[in-house]
């Protein structure tokens, strides 16, 4: 609430509803809502050394992951954009690569690339230091750097049409399409309707609905990328003789009603709401557009989560029936519950229930609306339930084999 | 989207999405034997009486439904019945069954 009434006294150009305090980083013109220093591993190999640095510098975020090796051809070029958008995040302030030394995706060149952004970044190589010791005695240092240089940047009156907002759903259930999705959809025709921007992704949590969108298309060539995303994942199952629906719904969305891929993509599809799709995005890909856009993303929620912030989304609205608990490290992840049970049963970790769309004491406008403020009150500094807990994870889409 | 705010009250035990829709989604645990009166969108009432318990989310038929008939739920398509489904069954993986990504049934027909 202390946020809420600095974001009422200080912009007073802008009227509340239309802005949020945001961060702005001069390099890329962009906002962010946090202003963190993340350290981040070019390669699995420097996961010790990451997590190290971060137990003694807890001011810092940081993720670690599997990859950065023994990859080939557009799986390390998506790679390296997934590290690099990652880092050049507008709620990043600075960052800090660590790089074991011999690795495919030089950390080096990684490095290189974000300072060619314009992002404060440093660098270290654990082989380069002289190992372990020594890399997190330097790593401690860099990062009070970044964090004196972070603290330079003062929250300020950014118009909402800065916003992107990417809108997920994950460990679904039956209520999923009937109360949180639906709920969602109104708060992303509300951004929509103050110019901002909203991610969808989870191509293949489309099936069975995308004519539904691609109708909603902005030109019919929008419309036709739509439907080819998807047909390349439904062509995947049919060429490996199997029933997608094996893996999708899984079996915590079966145990919660939902039968098929098409009933789970038609829920899945209302979060985002009712106005034109602009653009089909690429993994990791930052819109050009503005308004409702998607990015082709798996269903698998930590690696579209991970694209859709390496596509400069600087915060998630997720919608859980089941009850997913994940976040990440540079962006608030709010957390809506679909159903009053779960939300009860898993209250530390839920930041809005939806359920009361079913349990008849609230409207579908009405919790869009508590979305919606949320969403206003988060991007100003009110800490979510994921970021409470220090929720980071992170995972990179992988489209080639490991060698 | 279907606008349920007006026919989500306290009492209701389950929703109709869509007019076009033949499954309901159970809100409460229902009962063997009980029988619902059901608003729909378009403002009409359909009486369903339960065959079986299901269970808070599940679906059930709303009229009897035939090997191969579409499920329709929110208005659309979501898989196809796998046999015969009298009205007022749970209907879910075992009865109903999807038509997309279904590489199984690719290479059963191939064969």
Redesign the interface.
């Known amino acids: 609430m202390m946020t809420t009434t600095r974001a009422h006294t200080q912009s007073s150009v802008l009227s509340p509803q239309s802005s949020f305090m945001g961060y702005r980083r001069a390099y890329s013109g962009r906002a962010g809502v946090r202003n963190l220093v993340l350290i981040i591993p070019s390669v699995v190999c420097s996961n010790t050394v990451v997590q190290r640095i971060a137990q003694q510098v807890p001011e810092c975020v940081f993720v670690t992951h599997q990859h950065g090796c023994s990859q080939v051809g557009d799986d390390v070029e998506q790679t390296r954009a997934t590290l690099i958008g990652y880092a050049t995040n507008p709620n990043v302030a600075g960052v800090l690569v660590v790089s074991l030394g011999c690795e495919t995706i030089e950390g080096d060149r990684v490095a290189q690339m974000i300072a060619d952004t314009g992002q404060d970044v440093e660098f270290l190589g654990i082989q380069e230091s002289g190992g372990i010791k020594a890399t997190v005695e330097l790593g401690i240092e860099k990062c009070h750097g970044l964090l004196d240089r972070a603290n330079r940047y003062k929250r300020e009156a950014v118009p909402l049409s800065e916003l992107i907002l990417a809108v997920q759903c994950g460990g679904s259930d039956a209520f999923s399409g009937i109360t949180a999705n639906p709920a969602l959809g109104i708060t992303s025709d509300m951004l929509v309707a103050a110019g901002g921007t909203v991610m969808l992704a989870e191509v293949p949590e489309c099936l069975g609905a995308e004519h539904l969108l691609a109708a909603r298309a902005r030109t019919p060539e929008v419309g036709e990328q739509l439907i080819a995303a998807v047909r390349r994942y439904e062509e995947d199952a049919l060429r490996m003789g199997v029933d997608l629906n094996k893996g999708n719904p899984a079996p915590g969305n079966i145990k919660g009603g939902l039968t098929t891929i098409e009933e789970k993509s038609i829920g899945a599809m209302k979060k985002g709401g009712s106005t034109p799709l602009n653009e089909v995005l690429a993994y990791a890909q930052p819109p050009t557009q503005k308004g409702l856009v998607i990015m082709d993303t798996p269903g698998n929620d930590i690696e579209s989560v991970t694209g859709n912030l390496a596509g400069m989304a600087q915060m998630v609205v997720f919608t859980t029936g089941r009850g997913s608990v994940t976040g990440a490290a540079i962006a608030p992840v709010i957390k809506v519950a679909t159903n009053t049970p779960m939300y009860e049963k898993m209250s530390d970790n839920m930041d809005i229930n939806a359920g009361t769309v079913v349990d008849g004491t609230q409207t579908l406008q009405t919790v869009g609306r508590r979305i919606f403020e949320k969403v206003i009150s988060v991007a100003n500094g009110e800490q979510t339930r994921s970021e409470e807990w220090g929720c980071n994870e992170f995972g990179i889409n992988r489209i080639g084999p490991s060698l | 989207?279907p606008?349920?705010?007006d026919r989500?009250?306290?009492?209701?035990r389950a929703?109709i999405?869509d007019a076009k829709d033949n499954v309901a989604?159970a809100?409460r645990e229902l009962s063997a034997g009980e029988t619902l009166v059901i608003a729909v969108p378009d403002g009409s009432e359909r009486v369903v009486t339960m065959v079986e318990p299901i269970?808070?989310?599940?679906?059930f038929s709303t009229a009897d439904l035939a090997e191969g008939d579409q499920i329709i739920?929110?208005g659309?398509?979501?898989?196809r019945a796998t046999q015969f489904i009298p009205a007022g069954s749970h209907?879910?993986?075992h009865n109903?069954?999807?038509?997309?990504?279904?590489?199984?049934?690719?290479?059963r027909s191939e064969d």
């Open positions: 989207m606008d349920t705010k989500i009250a306290g009492e209701t929703l999405m989604v809100i269970q808070f989310g599940h679906k739920k929110y659309e398509r979501i898989g209907t879910h993986v109903i069954t999807s038509q997309r990504g279904r590489g199984d049934l690719k290479s």
